[in-house]
């Protein structure tokens, strides 16, 4: 066992000092090795004082102010931190399978007040609700045996990038303007293609895929995707598509834009759900989840969307139209648009698309292990430090879990290893000293 956890050490050294390089000053490397390895140790919370009791109990309050400073005012960058995660873990990733999916989401996180920078009332998946809380846009790579983030971002609400004061008090760079969770999603994925990622079939829910600009640009950039979107989406059924332009009068300019009449109109995605025979629908199993096998039934049929479309010139494409419908359950529960080539099996179609739970074990762990909520400072760069330092903590766990086949147990956390021999807790008896009779 001490030979199992001396290897581990001394893995996790040689990764931290992989991504060291990128820092630009020796001065914060040993602050970064510091802060992951409080991350990773054992603890209900892993904000910045708490993690330095575990970490030095001698020297508390000096180390508190050497974490503080590196993460809230330490000008390093966190594009070029998480460029480095990518390489070192990627590669770790990739040897189990080829990348398949790029995953969008965002994650909130329940604040109190109003100064914490990009706080604000605004759904909060953590809750469920509409709250009070910080929201931040991610872009996880994916295969099914394991995923990273890849970049992350704060969402900004549109009243903070109209009040200068809370912008200057929480240290907002001045070329953050208002941009919406899709374009956030987009400029991650664009910076990601630049950077020669892997590329993969992108998945998101329907906050992104209702969006008609995300979905086409996505196709322009050369990405398939599989996106959710609403029961009131608008398609044209199976076979049907757009009138065509006005015949030319002989005056004016000729027609150009494609028509719908009163008798001639696109559908809803559940009419067109309802309408579907029988023999549409197929029980599908995608994989095996802790309960048990996933399985649910579905239809995939080929449709164009309809969305505003009277305004184009030609009709749009036609897509897959993905939709699930458990047996026993009253209405189809989710509905889905893919641009997978029109060969594809169903059972692969609904394979593919489900890869998005594993966006759900990212945050899970991140959150309950890791502590990506945890950080406790309001600026914009602190925000976005502490969270570059948690995926670059992640990351090493999922290199870790790189190194065993997936047919054997998945190791599901390793902080422990990462103790030093000497480590004792804050206030706890030094075992080599005698006891008092």
């Not at 708490?50 to 030095?56: L, N, Q, S, V």
């Not at 020297?59 to 931190?81: I, M, N, P, Y």
């Not at 240290?171 to 020669?196: N, S």
């Amino acid at each position: 066992m001490n030979s199992l956890l001396a290897a581990d050490q001394l893995r996790f050294a040689s990764y931290l000092e992989a991504l060291s390089g990128v820092l630009g000053h020796a001065d914060r490397v040993a602050p970064l090795k510091a802060y992951c390895t409080g991350l990773l140790l054992p603890g209900a919370r892993k904000s910045i004082e708490p993690m330095a009791a575990r970490i030095a109990p001698a020297r508390v309050q000096a180390t508190h102010q050497a974490l503080h400073h590196f993460v809230a005012k330490g000008e390093w960058s966190d594009d070029a931190l998480l460029a480095r995660v990518r390489s070192e873990v990627l590669p770790v990733i990739e040897r189990q399978a080829s990348i398949q999916a790029w995953i969008v989401d965002d994650t909130g996180f329940p604040k109190k007040g109003r100064h914490s920078v990009g706080v604000g009332r605004q759904y909060c998946g953590q809750i469920g609700k509409q709250d009070n809380c910080q929201v931040a846009v991610t872009l996880s790579v994916a295969n099914t045996q394991a995923s990273l983030p890849v970049a992350y971002r704060l969402y900004l609400p549109e009243a903070w990038t109209q009040d200068a004061e809370r912008r200057s008090k929480a240290g907002v760079p001045e070329d953050i303007g208002f941009r919406t969770k899709p374009e956030i999603a987009l400029d991650q994925i664009r910076a990601a293609l630049a950077d020669g990622v892997a590329p993969g079939l992108v998945l998101a829910d329907a906050g992104y895929g209702i969006d008609t600009a995300f979905r086409t640009a996505l196709t322009a950039l050369g990405l398939c995707y599989s996106l959710g979107v609403q029961s009131s989406t608008s398609l044209w059924p199976p076979g049907t598509a757009p009138l065509p332009p006005k015949p030319w009068s002989g005056r004016g300019r000729p027609p150009t834009r494609v028509r719908r009449s009163p008798e001639h109109k696109p559908l809803s995605a559940e009419t067109l759900a309802r309408s579907l025979p029988e023999t549409a629908w197929q029980r599908v199993t995608w994989r095996a989840g802790t309960n048990g096998v996933l399985t649910s039934r579905f239809a995939a049929v080929r449709a164009r969307p309809g969305h505003r479309d009277e305004l184009r010139h030609e009709p749009r494409p036609e897509e897959w139209v993905l939709i699930e419908w458990p047996e026993g359950e009253d209405a189809p529960t989710k509905y889905w648009l893919s641009t997978l080539p029109p060969e594809t099996p169903l059972a692969e179609l609904v394979s593919r698309t489900k890869l998005r739970w594993r966006i759900e074990r990212d945050y899970q762990e991140l959150k309950q292990e890791i502590g990506l909520g945890h950080y406790e400072g309001r600026s914009w760069r602190g925000f976005h430090h502490h969270a570059s330092l948690c995926i670059a903590a992640y990351g090493f766990l999922v290199s870790e879990r790189g190194r065993f086949p997936p047919s054997e147990p998945e190791i599901t956390e390793r902080q422990a290893l990462a103790l030093p021999a000497s480590y004792r807790p804050r206030g706890a008896p030094d075992p080599a000293r005698a006891t008092r009779a």
